[in-house]
């Protein structure tokens, strides 16, 4: 063979690989955009330990849980703190649609103390139906207000809502809706989320993770006991722009506590 041949050959098999190489890339990334986790079919919950492998998904702490009444252990005071600094003038900076729900991201500002450490709230999302159940009951909705501390570590404030009258809170958050997946609103308005709590704070907490993945284990849970009312229109117009029944199934106690704060 002499070298002309030789470089042409080579040549072609260069071409061939390339645009091998290249092909499996193009698949490789279609695959693991259709393979995100989602809320139902072969990304459900039920499959998100195996999609995302770094994930704790498949840990010992997961979250939500069934809060059993009868279980619970009644907290004497000296754990589970938890004190609001939250003022009517907090900074709503924008709403967006990110696929899996309705996401309202908040300026500094507002904080919590939980057992005396500081976390801020960052953001405030939905769940229709709830995500955690109370003696089994699934509730039609469920509001996450994430706080996070200066160590990254989570204190998700949970509410959970019944059908009832008008909720002021969600009827302005609501005003900024609808919203397309993946598109998003800018806001920088003030918003008072007084109305979102129920007027009894008596309250459970116990140690979980996030409800997505990564399912992250660094997540201390404060549900309140008492739901607050909220419209079937507000409910219906918040699931209108977020994935069906966006909740993740109850994950085991593994032998967790519950606890009870009574107000
Ligand atoms: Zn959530």
């Known amino acids: 063979m002499n070298a002309i041949l030789k470089g042409v050959l080579a040549t072609i098999l260069l071409v061939f690989f390339s645009c091998g190489k290249e092909k499996n890339n193009t698949t490789g990334t279609h695959e693991s955009e259709e393979k995100h986790w989602s809320y139902s079919g072969e990304t459900s919950p039920e499959h998100w330990a195996e ?3 770094n ?3 498949s840990g010992q702490s997961q979250s939500p849980v ?7 252990v009644k907290d004497e005071g000296e754990r589970g703190s938890l004190d609001f600094y939250y003022s009517p003038q907090t900074i709503l900076n924008k709403v967006r649609n990110n696929g899996h729900t309705i996401q309202f991201d908040f300026e ?5 103390a939980y057992n005396k450490v ?7 999302h939905f769940h229709e139906p709830s995500e955690h159940l109370v ?4 509730y039609p909705i469920e509001i996450h207000l994430v706080h996070q501390s200066k160590q990254q570590d989570y204190t998700v404030v949970s509410v959970l809502g019944v059908e009832g009258e008008d909720c002021e809170t969600i009827e302005n958050m609501e005003s900024y809706l609808p919203l397309k997946k ?6 920088h308005k003030s918003l008072d989320l007084s109305s979102i709590f129920p007027e009894k ?3 459970y907490f116990y140690g979980g993770s996030l409800t997505t993945p990564p399912c992250s284990e660094n997540v201390q849970w404060v549900i309140f006991k008492d739901p607050v009312k909220v419209s079937l229109e507000e409910v219906l117009k918040l699931r209108d722009n977020m994935p069906f029944e966006n909740f993740r199934n109850e994950q085991a106690l593994n032998g967790r506590k519950v606890y009870l704060h009574e107000m």
């Open 51 to 53: 999609l995302e492998k």
């Open 108 to 112: 500094l500002g507002d904080s919590i």
């Open 66 to 72: 069934n809060i059993l009444d009868g279980k619970t």
């Open 55 to 57: 994930s704790d998904c």
């Open 118 to 124: 500081n976390f801020n709230l960052v953001q405030i």
């Open 201 to 203: 704070k008596s309250y």
């Open 135 to 138: 003696n089994g009951v699934r």
């Open 182 to 187: 993946g598109e998003e609103k800018e806001i």
